[in-house]
């Protein structure tokens, strides 16, 4: 893999991944080389390119169980990612609230969705650099097809989208292909879909990505 040209204060878990200059970070340098540590020695791995962009969508699945969650915030504190991230609204209450906005929450209340997409989208233009990590499934049940508001925010926000999977299997975080403009949301799903097919969830059984 090509080595970055200006390299950065990079984690043993992301010793052979690229942290464009571009992506927005955060989290104090111990808080990273801890999360690496923990997540090697819990037998993690990171493959793949990261996509080195000021907007995104970061696809992370399968998601399959609550696991999942404490993962990917051990790779954001690794790689010192700055990331946003739906919640329900009841989690933003105290106690919580306060740590669940620090780590980047954005409260949304499930029974008024009608516009979440677009007020999302505009939050994104709006923004000077914005990256947005969620669940494609959109919950940890068995579901297909897939729920599309992620597609839609890429779409109408202009923003590219990285599917990323949790490969309990093999214990690797997979930084997977990179949908760079939104056009053709079924065909550009099907590649989605692919992509996971080789990734396996924490409960297989939960993760459905054919019909």
């Not at 690794?78 to 620090?102: D, E, M, Q, W, Y």
């Not at 959109?138 to 839609?152: C, D, L, V």
Request: proline content about 7%.
């Amino acid at each position: 893999m090509t080595k970055p040209s200006r390299p950065h204060n990079h984690s043993i878990l992301a010793n052979k991944v690229i942290v464009g200059s571009s992506i927005p970070r955060k989290w104090p340098n111990w808080l990273s080389s801890f999360a690496a540590w923990v997540l090697t020695k819990r037998g993690w791995q990171v493959e793949g390119e990261l996509i080195n962009q000021k907007k995104a969508i970061l696809a992370v699945a399968p998601h399959t169980s609550n696991w999942d969650f404490f993962i990917g915030l051990f790779v954001v504190f690794s790689f010192k990612l700055n990331i946003n991230f739906f919640g329900k609204h009841t989690i933003f209450k105290p106690p919580l609230g306060a740590i669940v906005r620090r780590l980047g929450g954005i409260p949304i209340e499930r029974s008024k969705a009608h516009g979440v997409v677009t007020s999302i989208s505009n939050k994104i233009k709006e923004a000077d650099q914005l990256i947005l990590a969620l669940a494609p499934e959109g919950t940890r049940s068995p579901i297909y097809p897939w729920k599309m508001g992620f597609m839609h925010i890429a779409q109408q926000a202009e923003i590219p989208i990285q599917v990323i999977g949790l490969d309990y299997a093999r214990k690797r975080i997979v930084l997977g292909p990179i949908i760079q403009k939104v056009t053709n949301i079924d065909e550009q799903m099907q590649t989605i879909y692919t992509f996971y097919d080789n990734v396996c969830a924490k409960y297989p059984k939960n993760c459905i990505i054919k019909p």
